[in-house]
């Protein structure tokens, strides 16, 4: 069926400067799949530089979902483009708007190599280099023994790439696709075989670092008044250089003319276990409730992608614990100094939670601390 008229006057009155031509766009492997969208690889014929390609991650809706969900991709559009550029953000280069009517939307991204860093801190498990010392200091001089790639066992929950049909990924000489995380001076002895991925070992001062980058990006999100609404480490993803970028603008709000608030409706999912206190009694959000994910994210980081609170289950004991005033415990590779910023973020009265700026200048701090 159709939209109807409101609804796509509610979709359409956007900046046509962004308009991508959806014959420069060459569809690739899927990447993920959210709740309600898909993000697949392509290639895009000049949407940097005349005559160049470039890849790009495209974000569309499943066919044959719900039309609210057409309207949320088109509402993270217009966060995106309000939103402007920033190198800690997962910038917007373009959209496909053609067919509206048929539910046709595609949105596009940079793309960033090795994905979303949950299931990247999930190959790390095995070769991660802890440079947190026995008495809490940080010592960077603790360096990967070796720099050979490491093969590592991927946990279960691992989502593996799929065989498919896409140009741009090279096929190993076994004949399977080459994961593109891995480094192309790694590629020739790719085994092919999925279990056991090549990683580059990461260590104490890139948690560190991908931190205070996610604490500098989301401060640009509160300068520019939008709050993401599902700051989480699904949502980071990791581009070279270790350079990480916050994406999935899917629940974020503009705060701006309503004063600091915005309520959800009902039915929307609420990812609870991010969720602040007040956010999970009221469901009211904002740049403070941000900060509360924001320290579940720095949790998440530091212990290598554990699911928080990873003995509560149910909605009501997680509200009942935290108003008890129960916090999650240090987690395995934080120190002292990592885990009070967490805390802090924590704080029942969200005012009294650090700001973004506060805390990417705590953790900056933290980065030049070792020896
Ligand atoms: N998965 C979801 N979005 C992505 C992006 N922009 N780059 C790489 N992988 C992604």
Request: aromatic share 10%; proline share 5%.
């Amino acid at each position: 069926p159709d939209l109807g008229i409101e609804e796509q006057a509610e979709l359409l009155p956007y900046d046509k400067r962004w308009e991508f031509p959806r014959d420069k766009l060459k569809l690739g492997k899927q990447l993920g799949s959210g709740a309600f969208g898909v993000v697949f690889k392509a290639e895009a014929i000049g949407i940097i530089d005349k005559d160049t390609t470039t890849t790009v991650a495209v974000k569309m809706i499943k066919p044959n979902t719900d039309p609210s969900y057409i309207k949320a991709l088109a509402s993270e559009l217009k966060i995106m483009i309000h939103l402007g550029r920033h190198l800690n953000v997962v910038n917007l280069l373009g959209a496909y708007t053609g067919n509206i009517n048929k539910r046709e939307l595609m949105v596009i991204v940079e793309y960033c190599r090795f994905g979303n860093i949950h299931q990247y801190m999930l190959k790390q498990r095995d070769c991660f280099v802890n440079q947190v010392t026995k008495d809490g200091y940080l010592d960077y001089s603790i360096k990967t023994i070796s720099k050979n790639p490491y093969y590592v066992n991927v946990p279960n929950n691992t989502i593996l790439p799929e065989k498919c049909d896409d140009s741009s990924t090279q096929i190993g000489s076994d004949g399977y696709l080459v994961p593109d995380e891995v480094e192309p001076e790694w590629r020739s002895n790719y085994r092919g075989d999925y279990k056991n991925l090549i990683v580059k070992p990461s260590c104490t001062h890139d948690l560190i670092c991908w931190s205070f980058q996610v604490a500098r990006g989301m401060e640009y999100l509160a300068s520019r008044k939008i709050l993401h609404g599902d700051l989480a480490t699904r949502n980071i993803l990791l581009a070279e250089e270790n350079i990480v970028k916050i994406c999935d603008f899917g629940f974020a709000k503009t705060m701006y003319n309503s004063e600091n608030y915005k309520k959800k409706s009902d039915k929307d999912l609420l990812p609870v276990k991010w969720m602040a206190i007040e956010s999970l009694r009221d469901r009211v959000f904002s740049t403070q409730s941000d900060v509360w994910a924001f320290g579940i994210v720095l949790w998440e980081i530091f212990s290598l992608a554990v699911t928080p609170y990873p003995n509560i289950q149910k909605f009501n004991d997680l509200f009942n614990r935290l108003v008890e005033g129960y916090r999650m415990e240090q987690p395995k590779y934080a120190n002292s100094e990592i885990y009070n910023i967490m805390l802090d973020c924590w704080k029942m009265n969200p005012m009294t939670r650090p700001s973004f700026t506060d805390l990417a200048e705590r953790l900056g701090d933290l980065l030049q601390d070792g020896t």
